[in-house]
């Protein structure tokens, strides 16, 4: 009978509360990676919020870390961002030969 018992203790567990929500929010809105990181972002453009540029971002402005990535997914949505498909980076473009093909095409 002990094991059928409540254990909880009642209290919220959410590690955030909603005022540090949307102070969160409105820094996602007017930052982008970049702003905040430089070069340390995961994204070639550093355009883009990340799940782990977030988890960077909130460790550093609220000492706060989850285990899991879907935490951090939910935090995205509740601060207004969707999921987006990832920009493509070739790192083997050659910016001259990519210039060149330009220019032929619109030549015909």
């Not at 340390?40 to 453009?45: K, L, N």
Request: glycine residues 6%; charged residues 30%.
């Amino acid at each position: 009978m002990e094991g059928l018992l409540d254990h909880r203790d009642g209290r919220n567990r959410a590690k955030m509360t909603l005022e540090q929500i949307a102070e969160l929010q409105e820094k996602l809105h007017r930052y982008t990676p970049s702003d905040l990181f430089g070069a340390e972002t995961r994204t070639a453009s550093g355009q883009h919020w990340l799940v782990e540029d977030l988890a960077h971002a909130v460790e550093r402005w609220y000492g706060i870390t989850w285990n899991s990535r879907t935490s951090y997914h939910t935090l995205l949505a509740r601060c207004g961002f969707t999921y987006q498909r990832t920009e493509k980076v070739y790192k083997s473009r050659r910016e001259r030969a990519v210039s060149t093909f330009v220019a032929e095409v619109e030549k015909k």
